[in-house]
């Protein structure tokens, strides 16, 4: 099959699974300007599919390096309303969203932390409207990547420039089943085995799940009506989507103030052109109250003084160690890929739809429900071939989910 073959492939994928465009809808594309090409097969694409309009909201790396090189304090203490309101506005008017990933991890080595999380904040606050949408599903939206030159040098650091980019495209497309016959058949394949799971857990109705590995011993209370979800989920207006491609995981939310323990990371974690590694979390009653990292330990420190919520745990996510993107062998220092090759949680807020009743209630509710709720949603991988997950019912008894890294249910 040729390059471009793959991208007409992987561009329907997108339009078709992934955000599922409806006839007469609005396709809002996020991306960075290298992704050019890719996205206009996209509009391409959506526009066969019936989307009425495709606006695309362009960023380019470069000038955002530059402004967090020379731009005043106070600039990073402040964002665009206008630019989350546009965001609003589309959503009120069901558009469908579409994020290209693709950034280089070490845009910002070396930049002042403290701009980092001025401008994180800062943007989380402003976006907290149009995150409610995302968080309850209340629209379709999804996440697909697209190679940047940095990017791929930092996967493949022994290839240089087209070649590192040729290879991350394959890496790509082998995690995204591009290879396969019929690419939309195979996911929907896919998303019904990640299906059973979600049924399986739901029946457990599990009290907690107890963590174990060489780095962890943690213990995580599930909300009395929690929900399990898993790769596909459905919009308001009932329409089929894929929030992550790719996507491996079957995930639900934490009881707020109900872990406690030590959580080791096992993969790097690239927050906001940051790369924060080796990194340790000890939690007690819900709240981090020690920390560590080797790499970034202060860029870790801004992120969990975001906000009242970004010291607690909102999701939950189990995902088998032999997967499609565990078994590259390669750290995409993306989170987006590395997610879903790894048992992995997010400080900040949960998701909406993970307790019963969830996408009807405001901020305040799900907090009475039990579930944590932040401007910000910071996924790290912390499974491993080694990691064990019992299940705990309400009356203490114990049943094994994972044993060695993979499923036991």
Same mark, same amino acid.
């Given at each position: 099959?040729?390059?471009?073959?793959?991208?007409?492939?992987?561009?329907?994928?997108?339009?078709?699974?992934?955000?599922?465009?409806?006839?007469?809808?609005?396709? #809002?594309?996020?991306?960075?300007?290298?992704?050019?090409?890719?996205?206009?097969?996209?509009?391409?694409?959506?526009?066969?599919?019936?989307?009425?309009?495709?606006?695309? !909201?362009?960023?380019?790396?470069?000038?955002?390096?530059?402004? #967090?090189?020379?731009?005043?304090? !106070?600039?990073?203490?402040?964002?665009?309303?206008? =630019?989350?309101?546009?965001?609003?506005?589309?959503?009120?008017?069901?558009?469908?969203?579409?994020?290209?990933?693709?950034?280089?991890?070490?845009?910002?080595?070396?930049?002042?932390?403290?701009?980092?999380?001025?401008?994180?904040?800062?943007?989380?606050?402003?976006?907290?409207?149009?995150?409610? #949408?995302?968080?309850?599903?209340?629209?379709?939206?999804?996440?697909?990547?697209?190679?940047?030159?940095?990017?791929?040098?930092?996967?493949?650091?022994?290839?240089?420039?087209?070649?590192?980019?040729?290879?991350?495209?394959?890496?790509?497309?082998?995690?995204?089943?591009?290879?396969? =016959?019929?690419?939309?058949?195979?996911?929907?394949?896919?998303?019904?085995?990640?299906?059973?799971?979600?049924?399986?857990?739901?029946?457990?109705?599990?009290?907690?799940?107890?963590?174990?590995?060489?780095?962890?011993?943690?213990?995580?209370?599930?909300?009395?009506?929690?929900?399990?979800?898993?790769?596909?989920?459905?919009?308001?207006?009932?329409?089929?989507?894929?929030?992550?491609?790719?996507?491996? !995981?079957?995930?639900?939310?934490?009881?707020?103030?109900?872990?406690?323990?030590?959580?080791?990371?096992?993969?790097?974690?690239?927050?906001?052109?940051?790369?924060?590694?080796?990194?340790?979390?000890?939690?007690?009653?819900?709240?981090?109250?020690?920390?560590?990292?080797?790499?970034?330990?202060?860029?870790?420190?801004?992120?969990?003084?975001?906000? !009242?919520? /970004?010291?607690?745990?909102?999701?939950?996510?189990?995902?088998?160690?032999?997967?499609?993107?565990?078994?590259?062998?390669?750290?995409?220092?993306?989170?987006?890929?590395?997610?879903?090759?790894?048992?992995?949680?997010?400080?900040? /807020?949960? #998701?909406?739809?993970?307790?019963?009743?969830?996408?009807?209630?405001?901020? =305040?509710?799900?907090?009475?429900?039990?579930?944590? =709720?932040?401007?910000?949603?910071?996924?790290?991988?912390?499974?491993?071939?080694?990691?064990?997950?019992?299940?705990?019912?309400?009356?203490?008894?114990?049943?094994?989910?994972?044993?060695?890294?993979?499923?036991?249910?």
């Amino acid at each position: 099959m040729s390059f471009n073959a793959k991208i007409e492939k992987y561009a329907d994928l997108a339009v078709r699974v992934g955000i599922n465009i409806q006839k007469d809808q609005t396709l #809002y594309i996020r991306t960075p300007m290298h992704a050019a090409a890719f996205v206009r097969v996209v509009a391409k694409k959506a526009y066969e599919a019936g989307a009425k309009h495709v606006r695309v !909201e362009w960023n380019d790396e470069e000038l955002t390096k530059i402004k #967090y090189q020379h731009a005043p304090e !106070e600039a990073f203490s402040e964002f665009p309303q206008w =630019q989350a309101d546009v965001l609003v506005k589309e959503a009120e008017h069901n558009a469908a969203f579409l994020s290209i990933a693709g950034s280089d991890p070490d845009l910002l080595k070396g930049i002042n932390p403290e701009r980092i999380a001025a401008a994180n904040k800062a943007s989380g606050q402003a976006n907290s409207t149009f995150r409610r #949408y995302i968080q309850s599903d209340k629209v379709s939206w999804s996440i697909v990547a697209v190679p940047s030159e940095k990017w791929a040098e930092k996967v493949f650091p022994d290839k240089q420039g087209e070649e590192a980019i040729d290879a991350l495209w394959e890496a790509i497309f082998a995690a995204t089943r591009i290879h396969e =016959q019929d690419p939309i058949a195979a996911w929907q394949d896919h998303l019904a085995l990640l299906d059973e799971k979600m049924v399986i857990l739901n029946e457990k109705r599990f009290h907690a799940l107890h963590y174990t590995s060489d780095k962890t011993d943690l213990t995580i209370e599930l909300p009395a009506t929690h929900i399990w979800a898993s790769g596909g989920s459905t919009s308001k207006a009932g329409v089929d989507f894929v929030a992550n491609m790719p996507t491996e !995981e079957v995930f639900t939310a934490a009881q707020k103030d109900g872990v406690n323990g030590t959580v080791g990371s096992t993969k790097p974690l690239n927050y906001g052109g940051t790369l924060i590694t080796n990194f340790s979390l000890t939690f007690k009653d819900g709240k981090v109250v020690d920390f560590s990292a080797e790499e970034g330990e202060e860029t870790l420190k801004r992120l969990l003084e975001t906000d !009242e919520g /970004s010291r607690a745990i909102g999701e939950v996510a189990l995902v088998p160690h032999r997967s499609p993107i565990s078994n590259t062998n390669l750290i995409f220092y993306n989170t987006l890929f590395d997610e879903n090759a790894s048992n992995h949680l997010a400080l900040g /807020s949960a #998701y909406a739809f993970n307790i019963a009743g969830g996408k009807d209630m405001n901020e =305040q509710e799900l907090q009475d429900a039990g579930i944590n =709720q932040s401007i910000t949603h910071v996924d790290f991988m912390m499974g491993s071939a080694e990691m064990n997950i019992d299940g705990i019912h309400q009356d203490g008894t114990k049943e094994a989910v994972f044993r060695n890294g993979e499923w036991a249910i």
